[in-house]
């Protein structure tokens, strides 16, 4: 009841190996592989994955779902109250070394070559919220577009100028 203690402990030496591993066979019903739970309210956490690895592109934790209306990772918020986050990226690096993605704390990347495929897309069902919200409290963009940028519907903005192309260029 005290101390740093571990209900499921697996070590896995091979390079392909799992430590632990969790599978659910049934093909209907909401069934989980693996699933934690934590009722600390001192910043308690459900599932943790860490690298630990200090070279080369690693992952913490991972989501893969191969199904055509599937979704690979999902963070869900419940509370009504507060502002509760259902996704949360944060990164610590300060590198400056112009390669994209530098450092960034939410990515969105899409491969598809056809279709509508999107890198981030994000939606509001509120009459005052936003589908995205960008800001910057360090005096930079809030937003930066490398490429053509379309907007279908109103464009407005609270003062300053607007700095547009001479329409003759």
């Given amino acids: 009841t ?8 697996g070590v896995a030496a091979s390079p392909s190996g799992a430590g632990v591993r969790g599978q659910a066979t049934a093909t209907t ?3 989980r592989g693996v699933q934690g739970e934590t009722a600390s309210a001192a910043g308690g956490i459900g599932v943790y994955g860490k690298a630990t690895s200090t070279t080369g592109l690693n992952f913490g934790v991972v989501g893969e779902a191969p199904s055509p209306d599937s979704i690979g990772v999902h963070g869900l918020a419940t509370s ?55 800001f910057n409290s360090g005096g930079g963009f809030a937003g930066y577009f490398q490429g053509n940028a379309h907007v279908n519907g ?15 260029d």
């Fill in 29 to 31: 019903g909401a069934t």
């Fill in 154 to 168: 109103t464009l407005s903005k609270a003062g300053g100028s607007f700095k547009i192309d001479h329409p003759l």
């Fill in 80 to 134: 009504t109250l507060g502002n509760p986050w259902g996704v949360y990226g944060e990164t610590r690096s300060t590198s400056t070394n112009g390669v994209d993605p530098r450092a960034t704390a939410v990515y969105g990347l899409a491969t598809g070559t056809s279709g509508d495929a999107l890198g981030v897309a994000g939606g509001s069902a509120s009459l005052f919220g936003a589908g995205i919200y960008g």
């Fill in 2 to 9: 005290a101390g740093s203690t571990q209900g499921v402990w």
